[in-house]
């Protein structure tokens, strides 16, 4: 009886599969199914797909003149093609778009999308269902009607325009033309390139950051890259050529950054600020990508927070933010909202194998911009109150976890403003002071707060040609307390000059072993395999003072 039992069981299970097979099939190749079925099939997109896509261009000066659609049809991309630089015009895309669900035997779905100025079906055989069609500025579309063409992994559910003759595209599954929109826009304004994505939108890769087997983890700081939207102008660059011809502020900025991500192969990489040079960036998401796509390729992942620079052109820090949560292989966090600043958060290091304890703590606030009291502290802004009591609740909160880690745990934090402690010319330090320290005139003592949890070291930008790390030790028994580190500027987008500032980049190679913190710089140029200033700040997980103080 038993057996008989199974035996059923077994036979109606492979029924039913083999029957739901032949219905998947049949339905991705003939969708025979009702739409309120066939929204629950594998193949169905939960999202948008797009059916038209057009440029509408109109004139700044005649008042008549309309880049706006029918917005119950159209739904028009808000990135102006000329990036508000025309004097004379405008140009946008519109697309339209339905969900699966709401498309009828009318309609037809794009599956392809290409810029050029020939028809790209000249002398290709195409489908009788598919046709290459005609749009504004050299742009061809591709729409099907097939019943299925919805379903397929090549129907394009959304499109974006990033600009310079440098972009490219940092998100998975989205694919950017390489060439620019057929405008007539002039050498002064980059070029518009479409990008677009094909099928379902995926989640992006999120690694949790583990301390290498051998005990190891290399953290490398990239602070000040001063990214456009194009190339760039290159500011106080030594030398002044690059590679035999001019100097491209974001070419070398990033030829900098690859070379030392392949000879130094970092665990994680920090962006502490002015990722993004807001005066030259109209379009801040294309400076994104560019260093995104570099991280990306090498599969590393990284933090960022913002500086003073970051929001000052089209996109403010909340929409910056949300658009670097969604890339692959960032860590980086909003925050919690009732507290001021965008970007304050932390990570958490794992120890090496499988261990689910954590071994470092890399904190991150944000340090805002200008002051808000320019009458009382003029100068820049400093990390607010609710900030440092929230930064206080979660040190305080993980207190117990990592006491579970049997080695000796570190707190380690990153901001992007110095502290008013930089400013100590009695303490000593290791490195370069060549500018004045442009921290907050007020001191809300976020410095104290780091010191009483326990946090190592702290390191920030700004001031570009500022690269020491200065040793902050009790005022009454001078017991050493805190480092506090400058990264030095990287990006030759923002200004360099004092005497001849290299750009560099700074790295922390951090041995959990011993619970120790070396630390040292990398040059642009000159001695560029070197490292510069090398020294170890924290041993036994004690802050230790300078070897060779430099006063």
């Known amino acids: 009886m038993t057996r008989r039992i199974v035996r059923t069981i077994t036979q109606l299970t492979a029924a039913a599969v083999f029957t739901f097979l032949i219905v998947f099939f049949l339905d991705r190749n003939f969708r025979l199914l009702p739409n309120a079925v066939h929204e629950y099939m594998p193949q169905h997109h939960h999202g948008l797909v797009l059916t038209d896509i057009t440029i509408t261009t109109c004139s700044k000066i005649n008042l008549f003149s309309s880049c706006k659609l029918d917005p119950d049809v159209w739904h028009r991309v808000e990135k102006n093609l000329y990036l508000d630089k025309s004097w004379v015009s405008s140009a946008y895309i519109h697309v339209r778009r339905k969900k699966e669900?709401?498309?009828?035997?009318?309609?037809?779905?794009i599956v392809g999308v290409t810029v050029g100025r020939l028809d790209p079906s000249t002398g290709v055989k195409g489908k009788a269902d598919e046709r290459w069609e005609s749009r504004p500025a050299g742009l061809w579309v591709l729409r099907s009607s097939k019943a299925t063409a919805s379903d397929s992994k090549k129907a394009v559910t959304a499109i974006d325009i990033l600009f310079g003759d440098d972009a490219v595209e940092a998100r998975d599954g989205w694919q950017?033309?390489?060439?620019?929109?057929?405008?007539?826009?002039?050498?002064?304004?980059?070029?518009?390139?479409?990008?677009?994505?094909?099928?379902?939108?995926?989640?992006?890769?999120?690694?949790?950051?583990?301390?290498?087997?051998?005990?190891?983890?290399?953290?490398?700081?990239?602070?000040d890259l001063h990214l456009s939207t194009g190339v760039g102008h290159c500011r106080d660059p030594v030398p002044d050529g690059y590679q035999g011809g001019p100097c491209m502020a974001d070419l070398r900025t990033l030829d900098f950054v690859s070379r030392l991500l392949d000879e130094e192969k970092p665990d994680l990489v920090v962006l502490s600020g002015d990722q993004v040079n807001g005066d030259t960036a109209p379009d801040a998401q294309s400076a994104i990508f560019k260093y995104a796509q570099l991280l990306i390729a090498r599969k590393i992942p990284y933090v960022s927070i913002f500086g003073n620079h970051d929001d000052e052109g089209s996109l403010p820090r909340p929409g910056q933010m949300a658009m670097i949560?969604?890339?692959p292989y960032s860590l980086s966090v909003a925050g919690p909202d009732d507290i001021d600043g965008v970007g304050n958060y932390y990570i958490e290091v794992l120890a090496q194998g499988t261990s689910?304890?954590?071994?470092?703590?890399?904190?991150?606030?944000?340090?805002?911009?200008?002051?808000?009291?320019?009458?009382?502290?003029?100068?820049?802004?400093?990390?607010?109150?609710?900030?440092?009591?929230?930064?206080?609740?979660?040190?305080?909160?993980?207190?117990?976890?990592?006491?579970?880690y049997t080695h000796i745990h570190m707190d380690i934090a990153f901001i992007h403003i110095p502290l008013p402690e930089y400013t100590d010319a009695n303490s000593p330090y290791v490195g370069e002071w060549r500018e004045g320290v442009t921290a907050p005139k007020y001191n809300s003592g976020f410095r104290d707060a780091l010191v009483e949890h326990g946090v190592v070291m702290v390191s920030c930008g700004h001031d570009h040609a500022n690269e020491y790390c200065m040793l902050s030790s009790n005022e009454?028994?001078?017991?050493?307390?805190?480092?506090?580190?400058?990264?030095?500027?990287?990006?030759?987008?923002?200004?360099?000059?004092?005497?001849?500032?290299?750009?560099?980049i700074r790295f922390f190679d951090i041995d959990m072993n011993e619970a120790r913190i070396m630390t040292y710089k990398r040059l642009e140029h000159g001695d560029t395999a070197g490292r510069i200033d090398q020294q170890i700040i924290v041993d036994g997980g004690i802050v230790i003072p300078p070897r060779d103080p430099a006063t």
């Not at 669900?101 to 779905?109: A, F």
């Not at 911009?369 to 900030?387: A, F, L, V």
């Not at 805190?482 to 200004?495: S, T």
């Open 176 to 223: 950017l033309q390489n060439t620019p929109l057929l405008l007539d826009a002039g050498h002064e304004i980059p070029s518009a390139h479409i990008t677009i994505r094909q099928g379902k939108q995926g989640e992006p890769i999120r690694p949790q950051p583990r301390v290498n087997d051998n005990g190891k983890f290399k953290i490398m700081q990239l602070a």
């Open 101 to 109: 669900e709401e498309l009828v035997p009318t309609d037809k779905v």
């Open 325 to 327: 949560e969604q890339l």
């Open 476 to 504: 009454e028994s001078r017991k050493p307390e805190l480092w506090m580190c400058y990264g030095g500027g990287a990006g030759f987008g923002g200004y360099g000059g004092y005497g001849g500032f290299v750009r560099r």
């Open 356 to 404: 689910k304890h954590s071994a470092l703590t890399v904190y991150l606030l944000d340090s805002h911009s200008y002051s808000p009291d320019e009458r009382q502290w003029s100068g820049y802004d400093w990390i607010k109150k609710n900030q440092i009591d929230w930064f206080r609740q979660t040190s305080e909160g993980l207190k117990k976890k990592h006491k579970e």
